[in-house]
């Protein structure tokens, strides 16, 4: 579920998201439980609220949010995993509290950094101080499943700091780490700025021992790389972000968010108000979708797949496809990768190896051709 406010516009953020001031926020909630209650299925087996920053709205608005979306779903007994995204100004330990008797069981809050000045750049309105607080506040609350999303190789940033940080993050037990370098997303301030010559990001040298030292730091605290950029010990994984990389069925609720079902890809309006309009007129909120055949599926799955650490097993993706020729032609784009040690094959299954692990993004597309 989508919720698109927050407390102002990260500038490397290209996710559909406002700023809350002035917005019709009850409104919103409103037509969030009406294409629930219209799209959502009964029973799903996880749940997962982001945006945007959902910890924004109030406790009044996220109790008739949740309340609602039981009453539509059943969530609560169904659900094996229900997660809400917060950002470290808009959670305490009341509303963690709140969140905890609501049936959210796992929170995800974002840190992004550990410094001050990177923070700033960010145009992040909380500071560091600001996250730890939180983090104690939901542990406080009743939390125990904490996810905590960084930002790495910001520019500036270095490993000698990095060794610091990171650890110190570690020490407060979170059971979840997502850690991502930093991406120049088109439309977005920080691509502006380094088209403008107003930033410079980090060499590709550099980018790559960040990416090598988040691993090893994670593995020696006990994190497995379950995916390329999310950590977690066993047992831990998000399992709503596993269904994702396993190209499995979601539905989508709220404006931009994305739906995958029986093979047809569909995402809402990415805006607010035509969003809304649709909703309320009792109109599709759709505003593009697309069906595959069974090439565009067998070649998405590679995509998606090779990002864990699990890799794929061919023969299943091309049941899951529907792919029944005797060629396979994601394993013909495969074995130049295994040849050149990009790859590599463990039991049956093809995943990315050490060397090709920090090439995932541009090995994976290659299946999509």
């Not at 001050?116 to 104690?136: I, K, M, N, Q, Y």
């Not at 069906?291 to 990002?307: A, K, M, Q, T």
């Amino acid at each position: 579920m989508h919720l698109p406010f927050c407390a102002a516009k990260c500038h490397y953020c290209d996710f559909y998201s406002i700023a809350a001031e002035g917005q019709d926020v009850d409104g919103t909630v409103d037509a969030v439980l009406l294409e629930a209650a219209r799209r959502a299925p009964r029973a799903p087996r996880t749940v997962f609220f982001g945006g945007g920053t959902p910890s924004l709205l109030s406790i009044e608005q996220l109790t008739r949010l949740l309340d609602g979306l039981e009453s539509i779903t059943g969530f609560r007994e169904s659900s094996v995993e229900t997660t809400l995204e917060s950002n470290p100004e808009s959670m305490d330990r009341e509303k963690a509290e709140a969140l905890r008797a609501l049936g959210v069981g796992r929170l995800s809050i974002g840190f992004q950094s550990l410094e001050p000045a990177t923070l700033e750049l960010f145009g992040r309105v909380h500071g560091v101080e600001d996250s730890f607080r939180a983090f104690e506040a939901a542990r406080a609350g009743g939390f125990e499943e904490i996810n905590v999303d960084l930002i790495y190789a910001a520019p500036g940033h270095s490993p000698e700091r990095w060794a610091v940080d990171l650890p110190h993050v570690l020490a407060l037990g979170p059971r979840h780490v997502s850690a991502y370098a930093l991406a120049f997303e088109e439309e977005t301030l920080f691509s502006k700025w380094l088209a403008e010559g107003r930033l410079e990001a980090q060499p590709e040298e550099r980018e790559l021992e960040l990416f090598e030292q988040t691993h090893a730091i994670l593995a020696a605290h006990g994190f497995d790389s379950y995916e390329v950029s999310n950590f977690a010990p066993k047992g831990h994984e998000c399992r709503h972000n596993l269904n994702y990389w396993a190209n499995g069925a979601y539905c989508g609720i709220g404006p931009s968010a994305v739906s995958h079902i029986a093979g047809r890809r569909a995402g809402n309006h990415k805006a607010l108000a035509p969003w809304r309009k649709a909703v309320q007129a009792g109109k599709s909120a759709e505003a593009w979708d697309e069906r595959l055949d069974p090439r565009g599926r067998l070649g998405e799955s590679w995509w998606l797949g090779l990002r864990l650490r699990a890799g794929v097993d061919p023969a299943a993706l091309r049941e899951l496809a529907g792919w029944t020729a005797p060629e396979d032609p994601a394993l013909a784009v495969a074995r130049p990768l295994l040849e050149e040690g990009l790859l590599e094959e463990v039991d049956g299954r093809i995943r990315l190896s050490a060397a090709g692990l920090p090439l995932a993004d541009a090995i994976s597309l290659a299946f999509l051709a």
